[in-house]
């Protein structure tokens, strides 16, 4: 598997990891946790750092991949401080939800299943959330928006990117240097 640029940029620390597992590592059990903790600090789940649960808990890497790709709270690649999901059912879908998803990737500049380079904004459909008379729904990390127009979408991004305005440093994944003595070696 090859590995992105913003894979790069994000290489877990050994230390970081080694401090997780420390903390929630108590066999397969502990597994989910470990994963969570992991998906919390990096918005996704590091190849290595997979290797490195897999290696410590121990459950083959096969195992660790089965969950990781099982549910949709864990991702295999970043994702942005600001994720915006547009639901792609069949009722949103008839009431507009194609436009909705045009616009997005308009002002954000990314293709839906995209992160934009500088890990602020993901762009990502998801299947019927339940809500289909609200329909076209946008769900993004301040909750859900209905009912959606070209306008609301303009004002929903202009809303979330002020909010990343001020508070630049508040959401980013831990990042350090590539160079970092402690970065994890590429597998
Ligand atoms: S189709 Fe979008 S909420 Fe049901």
Redesign the pocket.
């Known amino acids: 598997m090859a590995t992105t640029g913003q894979e790069r940029i994000i290489q877990p620390r050994v230390s970081d990891i080694r401090k997780i597992l420390d903390e929630q590592s108590n066999g397969a059990s502990s597994l989910l946790a470990v994963l969570e903790d992991i998906q919390h600090q990096y918005r996704f789940l590091p190849r290595d750092a997979l290797i490195m649960v897999s290696e410590r808990i121990p459950v083959p890497l096969s195992q660790v991949y089965s969950v990781a790709t099982f549910y949709n709270a864990f991702s295999l690649k970043p994702r942005g401080r600001h994720c915006f999901q547009v639901?792609?059912?069949?009722?949103?879908?008839v009431r507009g939800?194609t436009q909705v998803i045009t616009r997005l990737e308009t002002l954000l500049g990314i293709e839906t299943g995209e992160t934009s380079d500088d890990l602020e904004y993901t762009l990502e459909t998801v299947?019927?959330?339940?809500?289909?008379a609200?329909?076209?729904?946008v769900v993004t990390d301040q909750g859900y928006d209905g009912m959606m127009t070209i306008s609301k979408v303009d004002k929903m991004v202009r809303r979330v990117h002020s909010l990343g305005s001020e508070n630049a440093d508040a959401g980013k994944p831990a990042q350090v240097d590539a160079a970092a003595t402690d970065a994890v070696p590429p597998a």
């Not at 639901?87 to 879908?93: K, R, V, Y």
């Not at 299947?127 to 289909?132: F, Q, S, V, Y």
């Not at 609200?134 to 729904?137: N, R």
């Open positions: 639901c792609t059912g069949t009722a949103c879908h939800a299947n019927c959330l339940g809500a289909c609200l329909g076209p729904i």
